[in-house]
């Protein structure tokens, strides 16, 4: 009978029976992984399974293919943290979705580090342009990473202002300006941690992501982007927009 424990972030919640519940976990070593979680809706677990808490889960099932039930105990109510400002609430129920796009049971141990960390700086300033950027961590862990270390064509690093949309590189002003409208815009800040970014950067970071989610990604997996993306991008929008 296969079992094992392992820190896990809740990504989603499916009502089943009165006060059990069908939850998918982010696990820090076993990935994108379901089980069943008998009195997930009880007065003792009350609060526990919300999306985006971290919990320490052992799994087991009869086989392997199977759904397998879930023991958890809470370690951080992250959903607490954020639960009086509605634009991270929405940020973090959306790193959860998004997160959902990974495939089911393949170990993804670096970005759920970088996930972990994502929602633990939620709560401090510049949480928006670090959540763009963990956009693009997804896309390396679905197998769709960007490279913006040096331009596809020179091979320099300066001047690094647009994106390839066939090989996803990063491509320097004098080498794409004959092609600059069939190329992305990479903001600045995109690839500098300590920038922050006007509306109209974080629509063209967003843009950015969001071209590679759609059509490779989404195409590949047959699936689409949860619909919390764009109430995200358009709350932040209209907050810059004041």
């Given at each position: ?20 519940a ?9 990935g ?34 199977h ?147 759609e ?12 619909s ?15």
């Amino acid at each position: 009978m296969p079992e094992w424990t392992d820190s896990a972030l809740i990504i989603g919640v499916k009502k089943f029976a009165e006060r059990d519940a069908v939850v998918s976990f982010l696990t820090q070593n076993h990935g994108r992984h379901n089980g069943l979680v008998k009195g997930a809706f009880s007065k003792r677990h009350a609060g526990d399974f919300q999306v985006g808490n971290l919990v320490q889960i052992s799994w087991k099932a009869r086989l392997e293919e199977h759904l397998g039930s879930v023991r958890a105990e809470l370690l951080t109510a992250y959903a607490v943290q954020v639960l009086d400002d509605p634009m991270r609430l929405t940020a973090l129920s959306c790193l959860c979705a998004m997160s959902s796009l990974l495939p089911e049971r393949e170990s993804v141990p670096e970005f759920f580090k970088k996930t972990l960390e994502q929602i633990a700086l939620l709560r401090f300033d510049g949480w928006a342009e670090r959540y763009v950027r963990w956009e693009a961590d997804l896309l390396k862990a679905l197998g769709f990473g960007l490279d913006l270390s040096a331009c596809a064509v020179t091979g320099t690093t300066q001047d690094l202002v647009y994106v390839s949309p066939k090989s996803g590189r990063a491509v320097c002003r004098e080498a794409g300006k004959p092609w600059q409208d069939k190329l992305l815009a990479l903001p600045a800040f995109f690839q500098k941690a300590s920038e922050a970014a006007d509306k109209d950067e974080l629509k063209k970071a967003f843009s950015l992501t969001g071209f590679f989610l759609e059509n490779y990604v989404t195409k590949t997996l047959d699936c689409s982007i949860p619909s919390v993306r764009g109430r995200l991008i358009a709350a932040l929008i209209d907050d810059r927009n004041g």
